[in-house]
T-cell receptor, first 112, second 114 residues
Framework: EDQVTQSPEALRLQEGESSSLNCSYTVSGLRGLFWYRQDPGKGPEFLFTLYSAGEEKEKERLKATLTKKESFLHITAPKPEDSATYLC?????????????FGKGTKLSVKP | EPEVTQTPSHQVTQMGQEVILRCVPI?????FYWYRQILGQKVEFLVS????????KSEIFDDQFSVERPDGSNFTLKIRSTKLEDSAMYFC????????????FGAGTRLSVL
């Protein structure tokens, strides 16, 4: 069964304190891995997509990396406005027409 | 920037009533999706739709659910007889294609079944 597990469930950082969020996945074949940001009461906002092991993407203070078993979202010198829930999702080969399988997310709080 | 629009933002209904949730996908997108998120749980896939028919549906998407593209811009999710456990955030998403295509999500409709 295709599965996505994110850790930690919650992370509290001081402004400027860098850290990483983990997304472990088990899929029959990975089409793509997606990172989204979700603010309270809002829909997921697209951040990155990664397709093959070794791939990296960067955007401002965020950097996403991918291996054959997991992905990391690195946050460098975070600011309070980076506080949100970060969702990881995978798209798998085999039968699906593109639906995303989500993890539960990591709730990030950045204190000034 | 193009975005997916959902209405209403909050829908309150009585158990057993029918509800219709509405979505306007991004205009040049061809694939449409509904997901739901029960409070404190994962975002879960419900159904995908392409070329005026369902492409795939999950176990959650039973006979109480239906989807429709009534015109060139709207995409709707209907729940025929709501249950308490249908209370959730419902998200519409759209993409240009399926494989390796980014899905863009709307802000969601919060459905509260009393």
């Amino acid at each position: 069964e295709d599965q996505v597990t994110q850790s930690p469930e919650a992370l509290r950082l001081q402004e400027g304190e860098s850290s990483s969020l983990n997304c472990s996945y088990t899929v029959s074949g990975l089409r793509g891995l997606f990172w989204y940001r979700q603010d309270p009461g809002k829909g997921p906002e697209f951040l990155f997509t990664l397709y093959s092991a070794g791939e990296e993407k960067e955007k401002e203070r965020l950097k996403a990396t991918l291996t054959k078993k997991e992905s990391f979202l690195h946050i460098t010198a975070p600011k309070p406005e980076d506080s949100a829930t970060y969702l990881c999702a995978v798209q798998a080969y085999g039968g699906s027409q593109g639906n995303l399988i989500f993890g539960k997310g990591t709730k990030l709080s950045v204190k000034p | 920037e193009p975005e997916v629009t959902q209405t209403p933002s909050h829908q309150v209904t009585q158990m057993g009533q029918e509800v219709i949730l509405r979505c306007v996908p991004i205009s040049n997108h061809l694939y449409f999706y509904w997901y739901r998120q029960i409070l404190g749980q994962k975002v879960e896939f419900l159904v995908s739709f392409y070329n005026n028919e369902i492409s795939e549906k999950s176990e959650i998407f039973d006979d109480q659910f239906s989807v429709e593209r009534p015109d060139g811009s709207n995409f709707t999710l209907k729940i025929r007889s709501t249950k308490l456990e249908d209370s959730a955030m419902y998200f519409c998403a759209s993409s240009e294609g399926t494989a390796k295509n980014i899905q863009y999500f709307g802000a969601g409709t919060r459905l509260s079944v009393l």
